[in-house]
């Protein structure tokens, strides 16, 4: 761990952790060069959170690569020090981190689907069990230009509201958790309900379930059983990347 050795436990392994994150996030192809962010806040230090140094590609991150900061942007840390942070990433994650003291990890895409579902005016359409996750449960935050204003913090937390993902229009998504496994679990379920949409918008003749049926599914997806699945799926999914181990978690 070279100038990191002497690190607390716990942040460390949160370090390893969200470097997994990013790393997945490159695995499923849900990055855009070295734009969008990932944040995490830290178990022991609620006040601080990691977030990527800007110019690290994804599939390259490692644990020491992450930098310490607290809600006003400042990087806390000496071993952070001459670091950049993505200013768009930190106005944001820090507005959310904020406002939701429940919400510990937030995940923000720009991929291609996501981009285009959230140019299209009717938003998140019901055509998928993917999509049927989100029904009436996400929300969505009108274009404003690059997200640098302070001034945007607020619209950003209203248009979230109690959901735990968001569509930025003509921007992207977004997603939280209060664990890394949930907040990747919403964003990989709502980067592929847009995967879907954007292939089922090729057909003019769409079908539809019925307003009950949605309903009916996406309070199926927060059954008693879905965390441990959640849980279970994030371990399959690290399993996809655990001979990168060695190189992430340094």
Not at 12 to 35: G, H, P, S, V
Not at 189 to 194: D, H, M, S, T, V
Not at 208 to 218: D, G, L, Q
Request: charged share 20%.
């Amino acid at each position: 761990m070279n100038h990191m050795e002497n690190i607390n436990p716990i942040e460390w392994e949160a370090r390893c952790e969200l470097a997994a994150l990013y790393r997945l996030i490159a695995f499923y192809k849900m990055t855009d060069l070295i734009d969008t962010h990932i944040s995490y806040r830290l178990p022991h230090e609620p006040n601080h959170f990691l977030i990527n140094r800007y110019g690290i590609p994804f599939d390259k991150m490692t644990a020491s690569h992450l930098i310490k900061i607290d809600h006003e942007g400042t990087i806390v840390e000496n071993y952070d020090q001459g670091k950049r942070v993505n200013v768009a990433g930190f106005v944001i994650h820090s507005a959310i981190h904020h406002a939701c003291p429940e919400v510990h990890c937030v995940i923000h895409t720009h991929t291609a689907d996501g981009v285009a579902v959230s140019a299209q005016s009717h938003g998140l359409l019901p055509l998928s069990q993917h999509a049927l996750k989100f029904y009436n449960r996400i929300g969505y935050h009108t274009y404003e230009g690059i997200a640098l204003s302070l001034d945007e913090q607020k619209r950003l937390i209203e248009d979230l509201g109690q959901h735990r993902c968001m569509i930025l229009r003509n921007h992207g998504l977004l997603s939280t958790g209060n664990s890394i496994p949930r907040a990747f679990h919403e964003i990989y379920f709502l980067e592929r309900a847009c995967q879907i949409q954007v292939k089922a918008l090729s057909s003019t003749q769409l079908n539809y379930p019925s307003p009950e049926v949605c309903e009916h599914t996406a309070q199926q997806f927060d059954r008693e059983e879905a965390e441990q699945i959640i849980l279970d799926a994030w371990h399959a999914a690290l399993s996809l990347i655990e001979q990168q181990k060695a190189e992430y978690c340094v």
